[in-house]
């Protein structure tokens, strides 16, 4: 099963793991990236068309901004875990009696 494209298996690493980062997770309905940085991945296209591109602020305006969408992310995460818990619950409970 010797491929000569499996020798190029290095180059699609960054885009798979940009693939999965910046989709959502099935059972909390976030990407991940959202949850572990508390933001969504911008694709390259957005990056070139931003043209209204200005300097970082200063860290004492950015931070509370980000703790807060931390803690949004992580009720609305824990939220889903718990609606998809229940779920199962029931599914196991109605396949075991």
């Known amino acids: 099963m010797s491929d000569e494209r499996q020798i190029y298996w290095d180059v699609w690493v960054d885009f798979a793991l940009y693939?999965?980062?910046?989709?959502?997770?099935?059972?909390?309905?976030?990407?991940?990236?959202?949850?572990?940085?508390?933001?969504?991945?911008?694709?390259?296209?957005?990056?070139?068309r931003s043209a209204n591109v200005s300097e970082a602020g200063p860290l004492t305006d950015y931070h509370p901004c980000l703790i807060a969408a931390m803690w949004s992310s992580y009720a609305c995460a824990e939220a889903s875990r718990k609606r998809e818990q229940e779920r199962?619950?029931?599914?196991?409970?109605?396949?075991?009696?």
């Open 88 to 97: 199962q619950k029931r599914y196991y409970d109605r396949q075991s009696v």
């Open 19 to 48: 693939a999965y980062n910046s989709g959502q997770h099935s059972t909390v309905l976030l990407p991940p990236n959202e949850l572990t940085m508390g933001r969504r991945l911008r694709n390259r296209n957005d990056l070139l």
